[in-house]
């Protein structure tokens, strides 16, 4: 009897062991190939992104961290197209570097949605994305705005630290800022300088910049860090208030935290894009024959102190 009841005890584990496996085989794989952690924008998204994932108890989740490094960041998304995942979801580095690989996982058969930055070809089943060059735009308002109110008409000079170059957020940045500010000659950009994104970079080029050029009103970086990177320089050299810094992310314990302290003059919110393209996962991974819309716009907000009140 107890040889009877032992075999049984036996069955029973061996068949929910075999459920288990049979459930763990029939988990979705997704993968976020990021192209770095280093941001700590990147790092928001990143945070979220598996925060959301870990929900869906039937999605295995995996990100690869590409370290700001396109080389790196197409050999990680080939490794993915081999891994077969049900879903793929890259923010790119780089807009050209990155068509060629993204088109072999839509090629592969493999849905792919590209995260808020675009590539020079289509290559994606669809685009989550925040309009970088509206979001230029409306720092370029602020700043004919403040000009304008400071000496009584729109005139100054404008540092820009920018973020990498041929990147599409960078490029439209700049390309947005100055569709508004370019209509008034007398507002200048009297020193422009490239800082990848990161706060160092940025401390590095403003000391270049005050060293260049003697006066200064407004400091437009691309991204939070870099205007704050930029401002750390200019108080190192005792003139952080001969002018303003405005900044581009919002992240609510950054740029939002920047602005709230007095350190930036604005942020422009840059949408995360991940709920949405999660969103839009889902549903891809839930029903084989979804089509998703070609791209999901998600819209920007503007922050000034007075919003934070």
């Known amino acids: 009897m107890f040889k009877k009841k032992l075999f049984m005890f036996t069955l029973v584990l061996l068949t929910l062991f075999a459920i288990n496996e049979g459930l763990a085989e029939q988990k979705k794989l997704v993968i976020f190939s990021?192209?770095?952690?280093?941001?700590p924008y990147r790092a928001a998204q990143n945070?979220?992104?598996?925060?959301?994932?870990?929900?869906?108890?039937?999605?295995?989740?995996?990100?690869?961290?590409g370290q700001a490094d396109a080389a790196r960041q197409i050999s990680q998304i080939e490794n993915a197209i081999r891994?077969?995942?049900?879903?793929?979801?890259?923010?790119?580095?780089?807009?050209?570097?990155?068509?060629?690989?993204?088109?072999?996982?839509?090629?592969?058969?493999?849905?792919?949605?590209?995260?808020?930055?675009?590539?020079?070809?289509?290559?994606?089943?669809?685009?989550?994305?925040?309009?970088?060059?509206?979001?230029?735009?409306?720092?370029?308002?602020?700043?004919?705005?403040?000009?304008?109110?400071?000496?009584?008409?729109?005139?100054?000079?404008?540092?820009?630290?920018?973020?990498?170059?041929?990147?599409?957020g960078a490029l439209n940045r700049h390309a947005g800022f100055w569709?508004?500010?370019?209509?008034?000659?007398d507002i200048k950009a009297v020193h422009t300088a490239t800082a990848n994104w990161f706060q160092p970079e940025a401390v590095?080029?403003?000391?270049?910049?005050?060293?260049?050029?003697?006066?200064?009103?407004?400091?437009?970086?691309?991204?939070?860090p870099m205007a704050y990177g930029a401002y750390l320089a200019a108080k190192e050299k005792?003139?952080?208030?001969?002018?303003?810094?405005?900044?581009?992310?919002g992240l609510e314990n950054e740029g939002q935290k920047y602005v709230k302290e007095g350190i930036l003059a604005c942020t422009v919110i840059y949408p995360l894009c991940v709920q949405e393209a999660v969103e839009i996962g889902k549903k891809i991974l839930a029903d084989s024959n979804f089509v998703p819309e070609?791209?999901?716009?998600?819209?920007?907000?503007?922050?000034?102190?007075?919003m934070l009140k």
């Open 47 to 65: 945070k979220l992104m598996e925060e959301l994932w870990a929900k869906e108890p039937d999605v295995e989740f995996q990100i690869f961290d």
């Open 34 to 39: 990021q192209c770095n952690f280093g941001e």
């Open 83 to 168: 891994q077969e995942p049900d879903l793929l979801i890259v923010a790119p580095l780089q807009r050209d570097s990155l068509a060629k690989v993204m088109g072999q996982a839509v090629k592969a058969g493999i849905p792919t949605i590209c995260l808020e930055r675009d590539i020079i070809e289509p290559n994606w089943t669809t685009f989550s994305r925040s309009d970088n060059r509206k979001i230029g735009q409306m720092a370029g308002k602020f700043v004919v705005e403040y000009l304008t109110k400071k000496y009584g008409e729109p005139k100054g000079s404008i540092v820009e630290i920018e973020g990498m170059k041929g990147v599409e």
């Open 238 to 249: 005792g003139r952080e208030k001969e002018m303003i810094f405005i900044g581009v992310d």
């Open 179 to 185: 569709d508004v500010v370019a209509k008034y000659p």
């Open 294 to 306: 070609n791209t999901y716009e998600v819209e920007s907000a503007f922050v000034t102190p007075d």
């Open 204 to 224: 590095d080029r403003m000391t270049e910049a005050l060293n260049a050029v003697e006066e200064i009103d407004v400091v437009y970086g691309h991204n939070d």
